[in-house]
DNA sequence: CGCGAAAATGACTGCGAATGCAAGTCCAAA
DNA sequence: TTTGGACTTGCATTCGCAGTCATTTTCGCG
């Protein structure tokens, strides 16, 4: 007839359940699981006994509603079948599991649908967005106004500062480009990627000036970041010359392969021989023994490292400043391509 | 001076804000937000006009903490690097999406890690969970003490029941193996998956019954899931014996391209005359043209669709019975090997 | 025009934990 | 023993919204 009956405690034990086990007020269990208050050794003990016999667990969402942090971030992402992402999706949430941040998971089935997403973002609350997905400037605004803080990944923002975690494509493409006409190449091929990615246009600029800029020809046809775009890119670029192209630039390291499976199978050629590819991205598939793409590597854990860490910074102050980091791709010299 | 200056509200809007705002009371933005709820079009209209006046959405925290329901789902993944995962992520997040419910995302180094983030599941008051990790009795007992739902996914439970969804490893695996024994192969090589890893060990179990029931030999060796695994497997393989290896199977496609390719390119074997590698999941490189894996493809949009259908399912009615979901995978003769 | 049922609305409380404040406890030094 | 200060502890309130209940309004129909 105690007040504690062992049985299956069907509703969840709440905090003053378990200071009513402990002898104790619901303050002192509050502070028990609070960083850094003051409770007695003694009491936290007994405390912590208390919640252990009750399966005891505080509830994040109650917290969250007073201390307004919810301690989760929104990570919208857009394809995530992109196999970059995965791997940075992966680092992103183990960071901040290390943080003690949760991450609130939104993949968009297009680049551009973020609305769709955001209205849930407002919602729930979240402490702050790891964005690697378009966003124009009055989503960035909406941002703004709540105060929550973002990072874009591998974007920049358009009109509004923001901040921002980048991989240099300039540089990077230019050492592609700078290697491969080095080594003689004189007719470029060029696969984009979709309209709407940034980096991607960003790539191909990058490639297309430094071409122009080093007195070489760049034919141009639009991918969609995945395999059969490599193939049929290359095909289409085929069928708008008639001289050969010497070298393909491809705008990921997915497109690379698959126009290097094309290249080889279907057209028969040797890579690199007949043919230079070279892609971007360093996915893990790119370093594989049948391709070992010539490709520029992100750094993805300095980059998710500097997003979580200016996250998390602009969470704790939230008047810091917006800033844009950029890390320098690594050139990986695979056996795709001729460099000079 | 009126109540509603139009300056920027710094502390975002609460319903409270939208009801003076609208000149109705509390109750009725609740109502308006609330589906099916009971309120006058007038009403209604005036005061969604006040909510988007205001920038007003309202908290899904403080609607988690007295509905008790957070509209969350937690999925538990083992290794995002998988390349079969994120698939199925997307997957289940996009349809978790259309169902209005939000994905809290937990992903682990190691397939065992799973206890670190139970803490902060129950904290977080998740609806329900889809784990694709390992689970021990009594970690899916804490699940169903909690009151909360769980679906495997690609996992049985040992010991107790649960809800799971999964790819029928063995009539896959048998069909394999029958392919590759109708075609004549004699000496098999068999490279498994991590211990921890429950379909791995499923496949292979399937695989060397039904070797052995057709009188073949199967030498084995344990990989990683990884590309390298494959082609160190491989090669461990080739030291076991000083005949001539016929078959290989390997426990994921990942696995059997990396043996593809070294086999191709360090031994120099023709793939398959030389020898025949069969893989399994059907990712998304085991179709490129370089390698047509000949593999099981898992139906992973069924799949997902059964997960998430059954996980809501269990939320909506609690008591419902545990259930196991088992698809049939579909053989994709590719050309990596010699079937019958 | 009036009556009753149905619809719409508002006051109020509680979900579970955090926290400012005041009161209480303990120990060392005077 | 007294006093001051450093810790501990409990009380009461608050976060934003949902849902109950009582009240008011609306509307159909006799």
Redesign the pocket.
């Known amino acids: 007839m105690t007040s504690t009956p062992p049985e299956k405690a069907k509703?969840?034990?709440?905090?003053?359940?378990?200071?009513r086990h402990a002898?104790?007020?619901?303050?002192?269990?509050?502070?028990c699981?609070?960083q850094g208050?003051?409770?007695?050794?003694?009491?936290?003990e007994k405390i912590l006994a208390s919640a252990r016999a009750l399966n005891?667990?505080?509830?994040a969402?109650?917290?969250g509603?007073?201390?307004?942090r919810s301690n989760m971030v929104a990570i919208i992402i857009s394809n995530l079948t992109n196999l970059y992402y995965p791997e940075v999706l992966a680092e992103l949430t183990q960071r901040l599991s290390v943080k003690g941040i949760r991450v609130l998971l939104f993949s968009l089935a297009a680049e551009s649908d973020v609305d769709d997403v955001l209205d849930q973002v407002w919602r729930y609350r979240v402490d702050g967005a790891i964005v690697a997905a378009r966003l124009d400037p009055s989503q960035l605004a909406a941002f703004a106004d709540r105060g929550v803080p973002v990072v874009l990944y591998n974007r920049i923002a358009e009109g509004l500062p923001a901040a921002s975690v980048c991989c240099d494509s300039i540089s990077g493409e230019h050492a592609l480009v700078e290697g491969l006409v080095e080594a003689g190449h004189q007719l470029f091929g060029i696969i984009a990627g979709p309209a709407d990615s940034y980096v991607g246009e960003e790539r191909v600029q990058a490639a297309q000036m430094r071409l122009h800029q080093l007195g070489r020809e760049a034919l141009i046809v639009r991918g969609n970041y995945d395999y059969e775009s490599g193939g049929s890119g290359l095909r289409d670029l085929m069928q708008m010359t008639s001289r050969k192209l010497d070298a393909l630039i491809c705008a990921n390291d997915l497109m690379a392969i698959g126009a290097i499976d094309c290249a080889r199978i279907n057209f028969e050629f040797d890579v690199p021989q007949d043919l230079s590819i070279v892609g971007f991205d360093g996915v893990g598939p790119a370093k594989w023994l049948a391709y070992q793409v010539t490709t520029v590597r992100q750094p993805v854990r300095r980059m998710t490292e500097a997003a979580v860490s200016m996250l998390i910074e602009r969470i704790e102050q939230p008047g810091t400043l917006p800033e844009q980091r950029l890390f320098a791709g690594e050139l990986l010299a695979g056996q795709s391509a001729r460099l000079g």
């Not at 509703?11 to 200071?19: E, G, H, L, P, W």
């Not at 208050?37 to 936290?44: I, K, L």
């Not at 005891?56 to 509830?59: E, L």
């Open positions: 509703a969840r034990a709440t905090s003053y359940d378990v200071a002898g104790v007020s619901q303050s002192a269990v509050s502070r699981f609070k208050a003051s409770v007695a050794p003694r009491t936290r005891y667990y505080p509830n969402i109650a917290r509603l007073i201390t307004k």
